[in-house]
């Protein structure tokens, strides 16, 4: 459920940040990133706690936001493994995170 909470918000985010352009822009390329989001979210949450997927959730909201872009999704899988460090949870190398 906190999964979806976070999915929905930074689905506001991106409705409330996007110029009309960009988010035609972000719907044309969205979904392919929509999935890498979520996965990655439910990664960290998996290998570290809730708190790291929230954290990685706020990440890619202020990215929103400062940009007025998406995060590509190699930046989130990135972003991921830092804060999953940053809380000392080890990424294993097989782990969807990884490049």
Do not use: F
Request: some cysteine.
């Amino acid at each position: 459920m906190a999964i979806s909470h976070e999915l929905t918000e930074i689905r506001q985010t991106m409705e409330d940040e996007l110029d009309p352009k960009a988010e035609r822009e972000a719907e044309r390329t969205g979904k392919s990133r929509w999935n890498v989001y979520e996965k990655t979210l439910r990664t960290v949450e998996r290998t570290a706690e809730p708190r790291a997927m929230r954290d990685l959730s706020a990440w890619i909201k202020n990215v929103i936001r400062e940009r007025g872009e998406l995060p590509a999704g190699e930046e989130v899988r990135e972003e991921g493994r830092r804060v999953c460090r940053d809380l000392d949870y080890e990424v294993e190398p097989d782990s969807w995170l990884h490049p």
